[in-house]
């Protein structure tokens, strides 16, 4: 029985699907201005472990995500420029452009990291008139105003705004100059639905016609239409950051209530920060690490996976190259166990169910990769059965050992692991030593993007 832990009631919960066998689960997307930091990459590693666990647990995953692709603006409330123009700016190039670059190298990364894509995914320049029409119902139903700068959705008519929070309504913080900047806004928490050319967005390049007049959506009222339209309303699970529960999950939240009067989402769930230095890592702040850094030192993606499959997903997890570096070492000793032997298909079930257990237990995924770990000591198994056991747990995991189990002869797989924790290291001397090994016996070793390759020799 799988229990989780929901940001709405805040309790653990057993998990009770709206249809028998079928979840719809959906995953705020990235905003494509930039490339995704690791940070970003650990949430959608989280969300990937949840849709996993989910069909594991023998579900059928609706997977949904969103494409951030206009009007979410620097520091997430009502007044910074739309991220996406700051991209554009920075690059000369169109905002759509830049969107559809940083798209391509998110799913990228994503794939990377064996990250199983959402079997839909929309952006929201392609939902705009979704987003209107829920905009016209909020005015119809008077919790939407139109002000100088924008139409607004009024907090105050919303008794259950702080719910997912925990948060009153003047609890909550909001920048002082917004009631200034737009002299209309009635409550400081109230935000922008949509935003007219005026103003700071005078010459704001993406915009469309709407009741109101041209202009772009706000950023939260994209999830509220994407979700709905791809999966229905209420759906089952809604995931995210930690960062989108006291504004953008709270607003999605007030919007799609007040216009249907149902709920959007039965259950929330928010994957905790990465951290370096023990501060959260952010594009803001200036200290973000990309995937492509972590190539560059010689690291597979699946280590920093394997890292991330360590820590709760309600933990923090503090990043520095030692950790990685563990991780590394961790995996390589983990694939060589398998590497090379055969599967026997019988997968054994005892472990399993123990494995089971942990990843229904709120996702407790470090436990599950603690029995895979009890699984390769235990002497009372044969090894044929660990492999049909450990490519069961993969699914799950998804560190790829697939992949490797029937390639390589497990010595040629131990020299690569070998080989690989060399050139991290920057030993090159050994790595050039182990290259001879390999070759010795017939392998060919090559570097590519993507990690070390071997290939046999062919025999003439
Ligand atoms: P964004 O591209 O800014 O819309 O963010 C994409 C996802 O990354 C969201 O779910 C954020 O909550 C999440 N996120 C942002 N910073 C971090 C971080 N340091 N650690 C983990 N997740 C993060
Ligand atoms: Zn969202």
Redesign the pocket.
């Known amino acids: 029985m799988l229990k989780i832990y929901n940001t709405l009631s805040k309790k653990i919960e057993e998990f009770v699907p709206i249809k028998k066998s079928e979840v719809g689960l959906y995953t705020?997307g990235?905003?494509v201005y930039n490339f995704?930091h690791i940070?970003?990459l650990?949430?959608y590693i989280f969300e990937d472990l949840l849709k996993r666990v989910l069909e594991y647990d023998g579900y059928k995953v609706d997977h949904a995500m969103n494409i951030?692709d206009v009007g979410?603006l620097v520091g997430d409330g009502d007044l910074g420029e739309d991220k996406l123009e700051v991209g554009a700016k920075r690059e000369g190039k169109n905002p759509l452009d830049i969107a559809k670059f940083y798209t391509e190298q998110f799913l990228k990364d994503t794939d990377d990291l064996n990250i199983i894509r959402p079997n839909k995914i929309l952006p929201a320049t392609q939902a705009i008139s979704e987003q209107i029409e829920i905009i016209k119902l909020l005015e119809a139903k008077g919790f939407a105003y139109v002000g100088q700068q924008a139409v607004y959705f009024d907090t105050s008519k919303f008794p259950d705004y702080g719910k997912l929070s925990g948060q009153k309504l003047s609890e909550k913080q909001t920048a002082r100059e917004e009631v200034v900047i737009d002299k209309d806004k009635k409550n400081p928490a109230d935000f922008a639905l949509w935003f007219f050319l005026k103003g700071r967005y005078e010459h704001h390049i993406l915009h469309w016609p709407s009741p109101w007049g041209e202009g772009f959506p706000g950023w939260h009222i994209e999830c509220s239409a994407i979700s709905r339209k791809l999966l229905g309303q209420p759906f089952d699970i809604h995931t995210?950051?930690v960062?989108?529960i006291g504004t953008h999950h709270t607003n999605e939240i007030a919007q799609s209530q007040a216009a249907f009067g149902v709920p959007l989402a039965n259950v929330w769930m928010h994957?905790e920060?990465?951290l370096v230095d023990r501060g959260?890592?952010?594009k803001s702040e200036g200290n973000f690490l990309t995937l492509a850094a972590i190539k560059e030192k010689g690291f597979s993606p699946l280590d920093y996976r394997y890292m991330c499959l360590q820590a709760h997903y309600r933990s923090q997890l503090n990043f520095t190259w030692e950790t990685l570096k563990a991780a590394s070492v961790a995996r390589s000793r983990l694939i060589g166990s398998v590497m090379g032997e055969s599967s026997s298909q019988k997968v054994n079930e005892d472990y399993r169910k123990r494995f089971n257990e942990a990843i229904d237990d709120d996702l407790n995924i470090a436990k599950g990769l603690s029995i895979a770990w009890d699984l390769l000591a235990d002497g009372s198994i044969v090894s044929e059965d660990k492999v049909a056991t450990l490519l069961n747990f993969d699914q799950v995991l998804g560190l790829g050992f697939g992949i490797g189990a029937e390639m390589v002869p497990i010595n040629i797989a131990t020299l690569l692991e070998e080989r690989k924790l060399a050139k991290v290291s920057k030993d090159f001397a050994k790595s050039d030593e182990i290259r001879k090994q390999i070759e010795a016996l017939d392998y060919e070793v090559m570097d590519t993007p993507e990690g070390q390759k071997v290939k046999k020799k062919i025999q003439i």
């Open positions: 705020c990235p905003t995704a940070g970003n650990r949430t951030t979410h995210g950051g960062d989108h994957g920060f990465l959260r890592m952010g």
